[in-house]
């Protein structure tokens, strides 16, 4: 007998559930009341990409005559760059839906679900109706939503999310971000070359990163003519001669300073978005960072998982809310998955660009593992030299003994493609000689991780030996 599965959520998390599910046979609902794809696909990954690519056209652009090319006058179209990033949505929008319509075994319902119980959904129909769906599992994916900080002002005309900025039609003259994450600096990073002069306020940067990677990182972004200010919280916002103005207090020294700007962009993270599902009334336990789940992403109550964002464990990424949802889907349908989840790769698309996977050198601090580091700077790279970026480091941390890979920090050119090649090696429980034994390419970016993993032994090629200690 064929298992039926409800799916709430159509984002990355619950449509891959959702085709992983009908590959293996199973019947699917699955229930969303905005755009399939989610936020990634509609106000996340894919618009800002789209703005990264044109930041980065407009970065080389200004380095022109570095590169021997002379371009006299330019000008960036705000309505023009709506409409590519519309463009481009709107392609990868029809093509899922597409594809799940290709799967006769998925139901798409669209509308606004609740759980009435274990095995039931009521859905309000975006056209008026009512449904009442019957499943043996309920997969609750129904992602997250930008948080605004408890911030004074922040209710102002111009305080805005990510959301909001994303829809704007023109480039403001000054933005200034609230916060050093991935949003934070991934909007700061693009709309600084799109024009805007920019002002960062930062707690910390990239908190969950290998604090060597936000240390260098920071540097870079003020080189990059960010207007960076690190340690210091937001206090007040308020709106001054059609200005708003941010009071902010730095964390360690009684100092404040005041910044003006014509938007202020809330980048303090994002909330599980899970209003209306009845979870309280079912019996579903949940806390401030979303759905309880265990080491399976099943909740407190038998039979319904939770996946993404929405749920406590915290990983809020596009990538790993798939891989959750394939896991799930797989061990309703009594498979064993074989997808490593405790690993993954973290990108940042700044304009020089961070990527980590597998431990930062404090937290094998922390577990006591005992660890030996190697490093590569791309300054000694001749591909990364060619394409005028030699800014930037790739950092290995490997075991003491075995040398098995533990973990991987890029800051540099490409550092979200180059990631891989780590993960890959953390994945399958690989140590440093599956790389190096390994021949890459020449001119490429590739040769600088294959010198990082070369030099866990002082093997590296294009790096003076270390010099001995008397």
Known sequence: MSKRIAIIGAGPGGYVAAIRAAQLGADVYLI??????GTCLNRGC??????FRIAEIMSSLKRANEFG??????????????????????????????LISSYKNIEFIAGTAALKDKNTVTVELNDGGKRELTADNIIIATGSYPQMTETKGVDLEGVITSDELLNLDHIPETLIV?????IGLEFASIYKELGSHVILLASRILKDSDKEIGKRLTPMLKKQGIETYVDIRAKEITREDGKLKVLAKYKEKDEEIE????YVLIASGRGPLTEGLNLEGV???????????????ETSLEGIYAIGDVNSKGIQLAHVASAQGEYVVEKIMGLNPDIVLEHFPSCVFTMNEVAQVGFTEEELKEKGIEYKISKFMFSANGKALSLGEPEGIIKILAGKDDNKILGVHILGPHANDLIHEGALAIANNMDAAAITRTIHAHPTLSEAVHEAALGLNDGAIHLAPKKKRK
């Open 32 to 37: 969303e009341n905005r755009e399939i794809g």
């Open 46 to 51: 894919i618009p800002t990409k789209t703005y």
């Open 69 to 98: 090319i002379r371009v006299d006058r330019y000008k960036l179209d705000g309505k023009a760059l709506q409409e590519r990033k519309q463009t481009i949505v709107n392609t990868l929008v029809t093509g899922i839906e597409k």
């Open 178 to 182: 609230v916060g050093g994450g991935v």
């Open 259 to 262: 910044v003006r700007g014509d």
């Open 283 to 297: 019996g579903i336990e949940s806390a401030k960072k979303g759905i309880i789940v265990n080491d399976d992403f």
